[in-house]
């Protein structure tokens, strides 16, 4: 195997993106040699990971329509990381030049938006890096060689900035410092057990920094359902949206606390969102306020209304508020989900600007 990745190498300094015989070749030792290779440990590999073998997948590109300046060879989970877009995986780049091949835990840079996918933004990227490390971080202290950053030497050609900004972490080899196979499927295995953890902590959390939020998520999967189109599976992205159970949670925690932050202020407090189209009616000294509640995992930058909700929160103005309790802690286990903590944010009054809302459908009169 390391006779392979010396090739591969030495092949880059003839990199052309369209078909030569050297692009060929480099072509045949990625797919024929190198992924074959690593297929061979698609047992111990899966063990390694905690997945079923049948999940295991092992993929070489040598590009797609045309040669990358970049090839690359990727280990990863078939459901959590469908394409080399989405999810996170193993992957071993090679710089553009050749002088160095590197073995990274990286991420897509791509996230599900509703029915499709988008780019991820660098601030995006770099939030999931943030979260990854320290859920890999006492299992990579056994490593003092794992660099944070890796340099593709390929200027900014879109892809390979791409993974250079979603690096976790790497090992890197110099080519005339390549270590034998042995130790190279040691410190895969290595690597692949980091990965592991990754996608244990991405199934437990119903929000990783970067990803949509899951109520928003949800709500433009059922506008492309009722719209009759097929909507993507958010497969790779904190495997799904929430759960009605987990909804009903994270409303109920979040009205609870801002029932006792406006009793903390001299608020006399009802909650009547099972009969009315907002939360909580307030009063106090004659006065009245009406308060729109909204609960999630995520940073809270986006909330889900509905029309109704828009339209009586605009006619309660300026009487009238919205209570955002942000980043709770949904702990899902094999019993009913925990909802803990967050941060309460409150806008009163709350005058709903047209700019600040965003159409995830809309009905549209036919003439019929």
């Known amino acids: 195997m390391d006779e392979f990745l010396r090739q591969i190498c030495d092949l880059q300094q003839f990199w052309n993106s369209e078909p030569t015989g050297e692009m060929e070749r480099r072509g045949a030792l990625l797919r024929r040699e190198l992924e074959p290779r690593i ?3 698609s047992v111990e590999l899966a063990q390694a990971i905690g997945i079923p073998v049948e999940d295991l997948g092992v993929k070489a590109s040598n590009g797609v329509t045309k040669n990358a300046i970049v090839p690359w060879t990727r280990i990863f989970s078939k ?6 877009t989405t ?4 992957v071993y780049l ?3 030049p050749g002088h160095r091949v590197h073995l990274s835990l990286i991420q897509g840079t791509t996230k599900w938006q509703g029915p499709s996918l988008s780019r991820r933004s660098d601030a995006e990227l770099a939030a999931r890096v ?8 006492a299992a990579a202290a056994a490593r003092s060689d794992l660099a944070d950053t890796i340099d593709l030497q ?4 879109g892809l390979a900035a791409g993974y250079e900004r979603g690096n976790v972490v790497a090992l890197s080899y110099g080519r005339d410092d390549i270590p034998p196979s042995d130790v190279l499927a040691r410190d895969l295995f290595f690597m692949v057990g980091l990965l592991g953890l990754v996608y244990q902590a991405e199934k437990t959390m119903p929000f990783i920094p970067g990803d949509t939020a899951p109520e928003i998520l949800e709500a433009e999967m059922e506008a492309a359902k009722t719209a009759e189109r097929k909507p993507a599976k958010a497969t790779g992205q904190g495997f799904g949206v929430l759960t009605s159970e987990e909804r009903k949670v994270l409303e109920q925690h979040a009205v609870a606390m801002a029932t006792r932050h406006y009793e903390d202020l001299g608020w006399a407090v009802l909650d009547v969102g099972l009969k009315e189209p907002f939360d909580l009616l307030m009063t106090r000294d004659g006065e009245i306020l009406r308060a729109e509640v909204k609960g999630t995992t995520s940073h809270g930058a986006q909330v889900v209304l509905t029309r109704r909700e828009v339209e009586k929160q605009r006619e309660f103005a300026p009487a009238n508020a919205l209570v955002i309790v942000h980043s709770i802690e949904l702990v899902r286990g094999p019993g009913k989900p925990v909802a803990d ?3 309460l944010v409150c806008v009163s009054p709350w005058e709903i600007a047209e700019k600040d809302l965003t159409v995830v459908s809309y009905i549209y009169r036919t003439g019929l």
């Open 154 to 157: 390929a200027g900014n050609a």
């Open 341 to 343: 903590g967050g941060t």
């Open 79 to 84: 459901q959590a990381s469908p394409s080399a």
């Open 39 to 41: 297929k061979e440990w």
């Open 130 to 137: 943030r979260w990854a490390r320290p859920v890999i971080a």
């Open 94 to 96: 090679f710089d553009a």
């Open 87 to 90: 999810g996170w995986y193993v």
